[in-house]
């Protein structure tokens, strides 16, 4: 129902735009997430957009490097990543989120697809 793309190697200060096509029910009623989970580290939330479009939300390590949109022509979230930093590396995972607001959505998680493994590094 959600499936994620888009990772691979990428020199520090590089981008990367990594993509979760979801299904039209998942599209259609929630909100979806992107996450991220590194060797050794709990999960942790990196970003989520409403269902509408209207509200985006980032974790504070984000710090205006990422940005995360919606495309309703092809029911996919677009995470686009700039700037990375080695401590980006992890597997980044896109999941549904119980609401369609984001309201509490780093622990509010339902649907999650396969990762994608982003890898920065010289």
């Known amino acids: 129902q959600l499936q994620a793309s888009g990772g691979g190697l990428v020199q520090p200060g590089g981008s990367l735009r990594l993509s979760c096509a979801a299904s039209?029910?998942?599209?259609?009623?929630?909100?979806i997430g992107w996450f991220r989970q590194a060797p050794g580290k709990e999960r942790e939330g990196v970003s989520c957009?409403?269902?509408?479009?209207?509200?985006?939300y980032y974790g504070d390590f984000v710090k205006g490097r990422f940005a995360i949109s919606r495309d309703s022509a092809k029911n996919t979230v677009y995470l686009q990543m700039n700037s990375l930093k080695p401590e980006d590396s992890a597997v980044y995972y896109c999941?549904?989120?119980?609401?369609?607001?984001?309201?509490?959505?780093?622990?509010?998680?339902?649907?999650w697809g396969q990762g994608t493994l982003v890898t920065v590094s010289s």
């Open positions: 999941a549904s989120v119980h609401n369609i607001y984001c309201t509490g959505w780093r622990s509010r998680a339902g649907s």
């Open positions: 039209s029910f998942i599209w259609e009623n929630f909100a």
């Open positions: 957009i409403s269902l509408s479009g209207g509200g985006t």
